[in-house]
């Protein structure tokens, strides 16, 4: 883990750290339905339409999936994260349809050193999603685990 940007000690309360963009396509949303939540409003236009959604809509599993793409690409995959012992909550604020395109933010809220293993820090973390027009289409807050920069030399 040498190397890495991002370490316990490099989040501060406070921070705000940039994700995205993701352009979510039709293509992708019936995919990620057709394995996993084929309801019919994130598999067919006009049953999104036709329902309270407004369209074809992604699944809330599919959006939490792709923000967890876009917060590995933002900074988990350069970092010494060592997983999450879950997550607090979760919202799905408004639908993200197909054609949409999310940018999103994630804020330090709170760090602490762990306890038993002084190598081990907790940084619990507040994300947001947003379409194009700037409406919160998600919610997240939970505790990511980082190694310090001497646990990652260890």
């Known amino acids: 883990m040498t190397g890495k940007k991002w370490a316990y000690e490099d989040f501060a309360e406070g921070a705000a750290i940039d994700l995205g963009p993701k352009h979510v396509t039709a293509a992708e949303i019936i995919e990620f339905a057709s394995e996993f939540d084929f309801q019919p409003m994130?598999?067919?236009?006009?049953?999104?339409?036709?329902?309270?959604?407004?369209?074809?809509?992604?699944?809330?599993?599919?959006?939490?999936?792709?923000?967890?793409?876009?917060?590995?690409?933002?900074?988990?995959?350069?970092?010494?994260?060592?997983?999450?012992?879950?997550?607090?909550?979760?919202?799905?604020?408004?639908?993200?349809?197909?054609?949409?395109?999310?940018?999103?933010?994630?804020?330090?809220?709170?760090?602490?050193?762990?306890?038993?293993?002084?190598?081990?820090g907790f940084v619990t973390m507040r994300a947001e999603l947003f379409n194009q027009r700037g409406e919160t289409v998600f919610e997240l807050e939970n505790t990511g685990m980082f190694l310090t920069r001497t646990g990652a030399d260890a």
């Not at 879950?86 to 054609?99: F, Q």
């Not at 395109?101 to 050193?113: E, N, P, V, Y």
């Open 42 to 120: 994130h598999l067919d236009e006009e049953a999104g339409k036709a329902g309270l959604l407004g369209g074809l809509s992604a699944s809330g599993w599919h959006t939490c999936a792709m923000f967890m793409r876009m917060i590995c690409d933002a900074f988990i995959l350069d970092s010494t994260s060592q997983g999450a012992p879950g997550v607090d909550y979760v919202k799905w604020k408004k639908p993200v349809l197909a054609g949409d395109r999310l940018t999103g933010k994630i804020t330090i809220l709170a760090k602490r050193l762990s306890k038993s293993k002084p190598r081990l």
